[in-house]
C-alpha cells in the first residue's frame, strides 16, 4: 500500500526537491496530485512523468494556452480540491506566502497530514490553523529545516521536557555589511545567498532576516514554546540546523549539509526514518570549521518587528507577514529599496490597531488591509 501525495507548488524550489525524493520513495508514496501557479507546461509535463491523478493551476491566465487540456484545473480553488483529494494521505504545501492559508485549513479539516514548506500559513493564523488540525485529526509536519531539526530532536520526548530552542540562521548574504551599506543592497546581490539555494521571496526574507523571525512564529506554534524561550544563532555554514535545549540542560543539535530533500523525507515519514540514499554523505572534516556568532538585532530591523508581531500576537503576525510580502516583491521590482523593507513593515504595524485573530474573516481582512497599506506606502517612497 502506498501512501497518495498532492504537492501543492510543485514547479518551485521545494515542489522539484519532493519531487526527486518521491522518485527515489515509490515503493511507499505516489503522487496523486500537483498544482502549480502559472508554470503550466513544466506542470503538467510533472503530470504526465508521476502520472498524477489531478493537476491545477492557480493562475489561469498564465496557462491560458493549456486551458484546453481536460486534465487541467484552473484557478485557485484547485489548491483545495488537490488538498482534499480523497486519494491524498499527505500534502506537501510549498506554496509560497499567505496563498497557501485555505488549502492547508482545508486538508488539516480532512484530516490529512500536512508537510508544511509554506510557513507564512502558521503565521498569520497559527490558532486557526491548530484549530483547523484539532477538529479533522488532521496534522502539522514542518519540512523547514530548522523546525524538522528540532521535530527530529523531540520525537519520543514529552513536551514538558522541552525548555528551550535555538533556530541557526545563515545570517545571509549580507552578513558582514556594515549598516552604512545595507539600505542601498540591490535585489541581485539579495538573491546571492550563501547556503541555500531557494526561491526569490525566501532568499529576500534570507538577506533582511524576517524568515527567521517568521521561523521563530513557527517554532512557537509548532511546538507550544513561549518567544522567550525561543532563540536565534548565526552560524554561517548552515551545518547545525537547531539546538533543542531539555529541562535537565542537555542539548541535542541535528547536524548535515543543506539539502531539502532530508527534511521534506523526513515530513513524509515522521516518526518513522527509511532508507534513503539521495543525500550526500555527513563528512564533520569537510564540514568544519563551523562557528557561531550574535544576531544583529538593530542592523536587520525586519527580524526583530517580526518576534516582535509574533509576541502580540493575534492579527500582528498577520499584518507583519503581508507587509512584508508586498515589501518584497516591491523591492524585487526596484520600487523600493532594501533598507525601505525593515521602514515599510514598521509603518504598517504602528498604524495596525490589532484584533484577535480567531476566525478566518478577520485574518483575511488584517492581510488585505496590511497589503493595501503597504502597496500605498511603497508607492509614496
Ligand atoms: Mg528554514
Redo the contacts with the bound molecule.
Sequence with gaps: MTVGIAVLGSTGSIGTSTLRVLERQRERFRVVALTAYGSADRLLRQAAEVEAQFAGLVNGEAGASSQRNARLAVGTECLIEAATHPDVGIVVNAVVGAAGLEATLAALRAGKRVALAN?ETLVMAGELVQAAAAEGGGEIVPV????SAVLQCITGRRPVELRRLI?TASGGPFREWSVDQLPSATANEALRHPT?NMGPK?TVD?ATLA??AL?VIEAHHLFGLGYQAIEVVVHPQSIV?AFTEFVDGSVLAQVGFPTMELPILYALTHPQRVEDTGTKPFDPVAAGPLTFEPLRYDDFPAFTLGVRAGATGGTAPTVYNAGNEVAVQAFLQEKITFGAIGDVIRAVLDAHEVSPATDLETVLAADRWAREQVEELCLSR
Excluded at 144 to 147: F, G, I, N, R, V
Aim: charged share 40%; glycine share 0%.
Design positions: 510557513k523547514d529545516s530548522e523546525h533556530l541555500w525566501i534570507s524568515n527567521k521561523e540546523h
